[in-house]
């Protein structure tokens, strides 16, 4: 063998070696590979990327890069451990959700996994399709409004319907929202099956009120459904966990007309219909200082209270006026919002003859026939009566204690006696009138020497008007509790030692005014009847004033002290 033989000998050793060793190498390297579940979709559906590698322990992709082109929606992973004569094997997977940005073709770069590089995969994105493309399908979502031309401030109603023909597991659908716009979601949501041609489909229905608060053009952008079905015939969707399904409805146009040219005065209120109405009837008569309430409801449909204005009424002449706090709520029946102010007034006179409770009237706007309407309640003409005799009268009807011995002395002049028959008599008489002066001059000095901080007779000073005033403005508004301070006020003024409802009751002769109190504590702590029921039974029963026990002269003393000699009293 020659040197050249050789050579070509050692080369061909040589690179069979190398050929061996690359082999091996390579077969030490991990088998990785990357796919979509579908290489063609729509705009706004989503897409599942798989990555599987058989490296045990492998570190999990970047995805990062993806960014640019999708929305990650979500990523999972899992690993599968196979043992099979003697060998054993694992698979690592990865599923990322993806949703793309834009239409058209996309490239999906190599992944590095284990620094095992994936193949490029492709993916076909068509435009999305619009809802009647979509009727027919397994899933497809109707949007409408109502009305499309709307004026600035009225209501829209918006209804969405989400149609399919299989389980969902779960689901998200986008809210409306749109610049110069605000929604608010009415009722819950509906659930019932319909037919579409020849398809029968689960029917989810939603409704909303729309408020546009700018005239001129306004797009409501397509909402977009996405959920998850479960499809037991695709194992690689989500490790058989279900399949991404999505629904885009299409968008909405609206014209928002501004507030008409020939609406100059007061608040803008474009409603479906409006309410203004009296509740309850005032009396055709009362007394002086015997309140009148009028209840006034003001009710819109197809706007909030918020957009409401405020209920006002002015004091007439003759009387004063005490308004009580508005009650307001916005409610809805599911597809209409309506909005509620409630306001309590309460007139006073403080005068006899007649006074005349104000009107009041509210413009509007009529969405339904397009033009202005005006709601109006009439003024209210009352009588007013003098003052009832026992609204000052409460004070007890029994004289004082000096009645008796003031009587003694208005019954000497009557005493006859004949100064002729003897100067005996005479005598006597100057004794007796003498002695009986004493004896009321010693008792009037005793008693203010002992009740030095308490004047004689404070049950019978006449009461001051304010506790019963207030009592039946509190009754004539319904507040029970200003109601209950006002009359154990009211009775303290005329008797001293009442601190409570039952106190009060204890001592009252008229069975009315006990029953009334009766209720006006079950009602307060035991929770009775209604109050405005109670209030108006109650304004009644003491409207002529507090009728005591005939007996009831109130706290004869209110001594600072106790007596220094108790047995010589």
């Not at 004026?151 to 610049?179: C, H, I, S, W």
């Not at 949501?189 to 489909?201: I, L, M, P, Q």
């Not at 006034?296 to 204005?309: F, K, S």
Request: proline fraction near 7%; glycine fraction near 8%; charged fraction near 20%.
């Amino acid at each position: 063998m020659n040197a050249i033989g050789f050579r070509r000998r050692a080369r061909v050793v040589l690179a069979l070696f190398l050929l061996v060793t690359c082999v091996a190498y390579a077969d030490d390297k991990p088998a990785v590979r990357a796919w979509l579940d579908r290489d063609s979709m729509h705009l706004g559906e989503t897409v599942t990327l798989n990555v599987e590698t058989d490296e045990v322990g492998a570190a999990q992709p970047d995805f990062s890069a993806l960014a640019k082109d999708f929305n990650v929606l979500g990523t999972q992973s899992g690993q599968q451990v196979n043992i099979s004569n003697g060998t054993r094997s694992a698979k690592t997977l990865w599923a990322v959700g993806l949703e793309p940005k834009h239409d058209g073709a996309i490239t999906i770069a190599p992944l590095a996994v284990g620094g095992v590089q994936t193949a490029p995969i492709r993916l076909s994105v068509l435009p999305a399709p619009t809802a009647a493309q979509q009727a027919g399908g397994d899933i497809f979502l109707e949007a409408s409004a109502q009305p499309l031309d709307p004026y600035v401030q009225q209501q829209v109603r918006y209804t969405v319907k989400l149609y399919f023909a299989f389980d969902l597991t779960d689901g998200n659908l986008a809210e409306p929202k749109a610049d110069g716009l605000t929604a608010q979601r009415l009722g819950q949501d509906k659930s019932y099956v319909a037919t579409v041609g020849t398809r029968r489909y689960h029917v989810l229905e939603r409704h909303y009120a729309l408020t546009p608060e700018r005239s001129g053009a306004v797009e409501i952008p397509a909402l977009a459904f996405r959920g998850t079905v479960l499809d037991a015939a695709d194992p690689a969707a989500f490790f058989g966990r279900g399949r991404s399904v999505s629904a885009r409805s299409d968008a909405v146009h609206l014209e928002v007309r501004a507030k008409p040219a020939t609406w100059t005065d007061g608040a803008w209120l474009p409603a479906a219909s409006l309410l203004l109405k009296d509740e309850g009837e005032p009396p055709a008569e009362v007394h002086v200082g015997e309140p009148i309430t009028r209840t006034i409801r003001l009710q819109a449909q197809g706007l909030g209270y918020e957009q409401l204005p405020e209920l006002e009424l002015a004091a007439p002449p003759g009387a004063e006026i005490y308004p009580d706090k508005a009650d307001t709520r916005t409610r809805d029946d599911g597809e209409w919002l309506y909005g509620e102010r409630v306001r309590k007034f309460a007139f006073v006179p403080n005068r006899a003859g007649t006074i005349t409770v104000p009107g009041l009237s509210v413009r509007w706007w009529d969405t339904v026939h397009d033009r202005a309407e005006t709601a109006t309640l009439p003024p209210r003409t009352i009588t007013v009566l003098p003052a009832a005799a026992g609204a000052s009268a409460g004070m007890p009807a029994a004289a004082t204690p000096s009645a008796p011995t003031n009587a003694a002395p208005a019954a000497a002049p009557a005493f006859d006696g004949d100064l002729h028959a003897g100067l005996w008599k005479m005598l006597a008489m100057i004794a007796f009138v003498l002695w009986l002066a004493t004896l009321l001059a010693w008792w009037s000095t005793r008693r203010f020497v002992r009740a030095p901080a308490a004047p004689a007779g404070a049950a019978a000073v006449p009461p001051s008007a304010a506790p019963r005033a207030d009592f039946l403005r509190a009754c004539a508004l319904g507040d029970l509790a200003g109601a209950e301070r006002a009359l154990v006020a009211w009775a303290r003024g005329e008797r001293t030692d009442v601190y409570n409802l039952g106190q009060l009751a204890a001592r009252l002769a008229d069975p009315a005014q006990r029953d009334g109190l009766a209720e006006l504590q079950r009602t307060r702590y035991a929770r009775g009847e209604a109050a405005e029921g109670v209030a108006a039974r109650l304004q009644r029963a003491f409207r002529g004033g507090l009728r005591w026990q005939v007996d009831d002269l109130g706290p004869r003393r209110a001594d600072a002290l106790p007596a220094l000699y108790p047995d010589r009293d």
